[in-house]
Structure formats: structure tokens, C-alpha cells
């Protein structure tokens, strides 16, 4: 972030002024959005048939318990994101979480360290729950719409996210948060079935299964559009007054 700018936001009266601890580059952001299907094609014509085919036998995400996601998600091969990750990368936080944040999928630092968000979004999202008084240790679980790493980073394509909804799904239904934010458009895609451009899924409040749904920009596109963390903010506040109307 340049002086300039810092000095813009602080004119515009933003608080809390999100800063990144080092002004990291952010790995492979760029290149996400360049593979295709014929990539993740490419990926199942590299496996041996035995390792692509669903694994027929494992238990449906909605009969699990809490405990046995995690495990279930290492052994989970229902999409092609499970060839090639190092590991799923279920999510992290406290299991009595009144806050989900949910990002689009683990990158490669994600994918070597199993936890979502530690890279270089993830240190501003975790300014972004700083200001609004909460730590991912604390109230706040993350996890991502889809748990395996997209080869080179590459946006999860619809199908992979449909495969991976039904572990998204029995997350929400076991924190029962009071509050969602969805972090982009393929959270939005996967938790709201919506494909609709951000700008125009900002500025409301969604329901998913009678828990409000605020859908806010990724905070790895926050790090290339930097003025527009005041509308993230926005949306956070927004957030926060449907989490307490919640908690009374
Ligand atoms: Fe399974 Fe989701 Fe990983 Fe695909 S991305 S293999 S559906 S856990
Ligand atoms: N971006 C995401 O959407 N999720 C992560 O876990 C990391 C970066």
C-alpha cells in the first residue's frame, strides 16, 4: 500500500484501516483465473481410473458428526481436487462459532499447512475480524467452499463446487451460526446456488436455512482493490447488526 493511499482511506474516514503485517505479493492470486475445464480434464486423465471413480461406499457428509468431517474430507475423492491436494483443508476455529466466514478454496499455502487463510488474504482477514473484535481462535469459524487446492490456483469450476457443497452444508448445519459471510463469488455460488456479479449481491441480507447471509468481496481482491475496503467494511457492519439482531 502506498502513502497516497493510506492517506485516501484515512480521509475517507475508514476504520479501521486494514493493513497487511509485510506487504507480502499475493502467490498464484493472478494466475486463478486462467485454467479451465479442459485442465481439470487433463487432472482425471492423469489419475489411474481406480482413483478417480467416487469412493461409493463412504458415509454422506449429512450422517456425520463433527469429528468425523475432518477425516471424512482426507478420504473424500468425489471431484478432481482430490488427486492432486496435499491434503483437504477442512476449516479452523471454534466449533461453538456465532461467525462463519467461508472463502472460495485452500491455496498452496493452505494446502502445505491444512488451515485456510494463512497467506497473504489471510492476514487481512484476519484484520478484518480484528475490527470487527474478533479473532479465528475465537467466535468465528473459516472455511471455504471448496476444502482440496484447485491446481495453480485456478477458480473451483461449478462442478467441483457442487461435489463439495454437501461438506459446506453439514458444517453450517452443525455450527448453526448466527451470522454467514460469504467471502466472494464461489462462496456465494456454492452456499446461495447464485452466480450473480458481486456488486449486485452486496448491500442485502440472504438467508440459508433461517441464518442471515451477508456476501462481501474476497479479501485477496481486497489486496488488489484497495479503496474498496470501505464497501467491505460496509458489508461487515451489515453483518455484524444481522448477527445481533440474532443474539438479541
Ligand atoms: Fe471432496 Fe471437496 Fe476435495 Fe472435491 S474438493 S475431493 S468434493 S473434499
Ligand atoms: N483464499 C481462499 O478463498 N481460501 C483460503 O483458504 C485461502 C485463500
Known amino acids: 500500500m502506498t502513502l497516497n493511499r493510506e492517506q485516501m482511506l484515512l480521509e475517507m474516514g475508514i476504520r479501521p484501516l486494514w493493513?497487511?503485517?509485510?506487504?507480502?505479493?499475493?502467490?498464484?492470486?493472478?494466475?486463478?483465473?486462467?485454467?479451465?475445464?479442459?485442465e481439470a480434464a487433463a487432472v482425471v486423465a492423469d489419475c489411474p481410473p481406480a482413483m478417480v471413480a467416487p469412493e461409493k461406499s463412504a458415509p454422506l457428509p449429512a450422517e456425520l458428526a463433527w469429528d468425523e468431517l475432518g477425516p471424512a474430507m482426507q478420504a473424500c475423492r468425489a471431484?478432481?481436487?482430490?488427486?492432486?491436494?496435499?491434503q483437504a483443508v477442512p476449516g479452523v476455529g471454534d466449533v461453538r462459532a456465532e461467525w462463519l466466514f467461508i472463502g472460495?478454496?485452500?491455496?498452496?499455502?493452505?494446502?502445505?499447512?491444512?488451515?485456510?487463510?494463512?497467506?497473504?488474504?489471510?492476514?487481512?482477514?484476519?484484520?478484518?475480524?480484528?475490527a470487527l473484535d474478533l479473532t479465528r481462535q475465537k467466535a468465528v469459524y473459516i472455511a471455504n467452499a471448496v476444502k482440496c487446492r484447485p491446481p495453480d490456483n485456478r477458480t473451483p469450476e461449478p462442478?467441483?463446487?457442487?461435489?463439495?457443497?454437501?461438506?459446506?452444508?453439514?458444517?453450517v448445519a452443525l455450527l448453526q451460526p448466527k451470522v454467514i459471510v460469504l467471502l466472494g463469488k464461489t462462496a456465494a455460488q456454492s452456499l446461495l446456488g447464485k452466480q450473480d456479479k458481486l456488486a449486485a449481491m452486496r448491500g442485502q441480507v440472504f438467508e440459508y436455512s433461517g441464518i442471515p447471509v451477508v456476501v462481501t468481496y474476497h479479501p485477496a481482491y481486497l489486496l488488489?482493490?484497495?479503496?474498496?475496503?470501505?464497501?467491505?467494511?460496509?458489508?461487515?457492519?451489515?453483518a455484524r447488526r444481522a448477527w445481533r439482531a440474532k443474539t438479541g
Open 224 to 238: 488488489r482493490n484497495l479503496p474498496d475496503k470501505a464497501k467491505a467494511w460496509e458489508d461487515l457492519l451489515r
Open 104 to 130: 472460495e478454496g485452500p491455496g498452496s499455502e493452505e494446502d502445505a499447512q491444512g488451515e485456510p487463510f494463512v497467506g497473504a488474504a489471510g492476514q487481512l482477514l484476519d484484520a478484518m475480524l480484528a
Open 159 to 171: 462442478a467441483e463446487i457442487e461435489a463439495c457443497r454437501p461438506w459446506l452444508q453439514r458444517q
Open 19 to 38: 493493513t497487511l503485517r509485510d506487504a507480502l505479493p499475493v502467490p498464484g492470486e493472478e494466475a486463478s483465473a486462467t485454467a479451465t475445464a479442459a
Open 79 to 86: 471431484c478432481v481436487l482430490g488427486q492432486r491436494r496435499r
